[in-house]
């Protein structure tokens, strides 16, 4: 059974920083390829970032610069750091195994003073 359980969402204040996690089980975890989403209210999901099995990586405009993606093979973990946030970054964000079409149950992060 594919399990992807996202972790460390929260609230924080605007420039803040935050670092979500997706542990991955079920899958062969090193060889896929991995994404973050995520949905403000009202809107449409929209693609993050992504990461291939060789950590190769992929940015949103809205977020380049200020986000990293990056994998742990061994934890069977990918990770999200996010700097600088902004209000506009307010949204759940979900762990997506692009690979395999699994998606995680997301975790709220909001950006508010």
């Known amino acids: 059974q594919v399990q992807l359980v996202e972790s460390g969402g929260g609230l924080v204040q605007p420039g803040g920083s935050l670092r979500l996690s997706c542990a991955a089980s079920?899958?062969?975890?090193?060889?896929?390829?991995m994404g973050w989403y995520r949905q403000a209210p009202g809107k449409q999901r929209e693609w993050v970032a992504t990461?291939?099995?060789?950590?190769?990586?992929n940015y949103a405009e809205s977020v380049k610069g200020r986000f990293t993606i990056s994998r742990d093979n061994a934890k069977n973990t990918v990770y999200l750091q996010m700097n600088n946030l902004k209000p506009e970054d307010t949204a759940v964000y979900y762990c997506?195994?692009?690979?395999?079409?699994?998606w995680g149950q997301g975790t709220q992060v909001t950006v508010s003073s």
């Open positions: 997506t195994s692009l690979s395999s079409g699994h």
């Open positions: 079920g899958i062969t975890f090193s060889i896929y390829t």
């Open positions: 990461i291939t099995s060789s950590s190769g990586t």
